[in-house]
């Protein structure tokens, strides 16, 4: 079992910044790979981004390339979400999420633990 708890949402304006973070607890040393996904009021989950917990490459959904920052601190089981220049539609439930050892990043399906999300809003 993985436990994970995100915190760092909030309000902030367009063009502002935030920074979420995900502490993972329990069998941390089983993680693939841990990814952020998000979710809008009346849309599907889609992926965010992606750090791989072994080596730390990174994946990144294009519409958040070159704004967000996926990070992780191993010593402290730790991954960070910089988000910079945030967009009006950048606004979700911002979820963090475990993978385990299934081949993928991408889909939400491939994750097996899944944190209780933030809230992140973008006033314009």
């Known amino acids: 079992q993985v436990q994970l708890v995100e915190s760092g949402g909030g309000l902030v304006q367009a063009g502002g910044s935030l920074r979420l973070s995900c502490a993972a607890s329990?069998?941390?040393?089983?993680?693939?790979?841990m990814g952020w996904f998000r979710q809008a009021p009346g849309k599907e989950r889609e992926f965010v981004a992606a750090?791989?917990?072994?080596?730390?490459?990174?994946y990144y959904a294009d519409s958040v390339k070159g704004r967000f920052a996926i990070s992780r601190d191993n010593a402290k089981n730790t991954v960070y979400l910089q988000m910079n220049s945030l967009k009006y539609e950048d606004a979700a439930v911002y979820y963090c999420?475990?993978?385990?050892?299934?081949?993928?990043?991408?889909?939400?399906?491939?994750?097996?633990?899944w944190g209780q999300g933030t809230q992140v809003t973008v006033s314009s």
């Open positions: 329990g069998r941390t040393f089983s993680m693939y790979a």
């Open positions: 750090i791989k917990w072994s080596g730390g490459s990174t």
């Open positions: 999420a475990a993978n385990v050892g299934s081949i993928g990043l991408y889909s939400p399906s491939v994750y097996d633990y």
